[in-house]
């Protein structure tokens, strides 16, 4: 079946670092959306991508939609402590009414 | 904004016994909700997804007649987890989409940890 992969699996970095993590898929995705969760927690959704190429912002997030449609990526600026938590990046091969499939996800760790 | 609801947040139970969740959309009416499954430092995995007045479509591998799901109304949807076994031990999350809102843009509520003994 469709496979996200995500990158990194896991970073540790230094308050008030920029982080970068990005999301692959063998087959091309109509909708790209990045979700963060807390432990015990569902996940949020951060933003959502809807047209290839699109760069979209959420306060210091900011993630592209890529041309091919097989990818994206998301930034945070400036991370903050409570930046912590696992971030999947997720997709929808149809339309937005389609199921989500989720990437494995990357735990971020931001060390104060 | 959207507001998904699960009930319990959390339960333990003895093996063999039946465990419901509820999952309420609590300011829209969703038309579609989906089960998620996610094991300890694992990604969510879609079980199945529930339509309202129709039966629930399983993917791949999940066993219908073990996790049995009813939509019955626009804001109500459960999963009865049946004579349920220490494998079953996950935390389940639900979401649900608003059709008229944010493109369909699934919101996903707080997930229920079910623990079996």
């Known amino acids: 079946g469709q496979q996200l992969n995500q990158s990194p699996q896991s970073m540790f970095i230094q308050e008030g670092e920029d982080v970068s993590m990005n999301c692959t898929s063998s087959?091309?995705?109509?909708?790209w959306l990045w979700y963060k969760q807390d432990p015990g927690e569902g996940p949020v959704l951060l933003i959502a991508?809807?047209?290839?190429?699109e760069l979209t912002s959420n306060g210091r997030l900011t993630a592209q939609f890529g041309i091919t449609r097989k990818d994206s990526f998301l930034n945070i600026s400036a991370s903050i402590p409570s930046d912590v938590g696992i971030y999947f990046c997720?997709?929808?091969?149809?339309?937005?009414?389609?199921?989500?499939?989720f990437g494995p996800g990357t735990s971020l760790s931001v060390i104060p | 904004g959207a507001v998904v609801s699960q009930h319990p947040s959390w339960v333990i139970c003895k093996s063999g016994t039946s465990v419901k969740i509820e999952c309420r959309s609590l300011?829209?009416?969703?038309?579609?909700m989906f089960w998620y499954r996610q094991f300890p430092k694992q990604s969510l995995m879609l079980m199945a997804t529930?339509?309202?007045?129709?039966?629930?479509?399983?993917e791949q591998g999940v066993e219908k007649d073990k996790f049995l799901i009813n939509h019955a109304s626009l804001t109500l949807s459960t999963l009865t987890v049946t004579s349920a076994h220490p494998e079953d031990s996950s935390f389940y999350i639900c979401?649900?989409?608003?059709?008229?809102?944010?493109?369909?843009?699934?919101?996903f509520g707080d997930g229920t940890r079910l623990s079996i003994l």
């Open positions: 087959s091309i995705f109509n909708t």
């Open positions: 991508l809807y047209k290839a190429g």
């Open positions: 300011d829209f009416q969703a038309t579609t």
């Open positions: 529930s339509n309202e007045g129709s039966k629930a479509t399983y």
């Open positions: 979401s649900a989409r608003d059709p008229y809102r944010e493109r369909g843009t699934q919101h």
């Open positions: 997720a997709g929808q091969l149809m339309a937005s009414y389609d199921k989500v499939i």
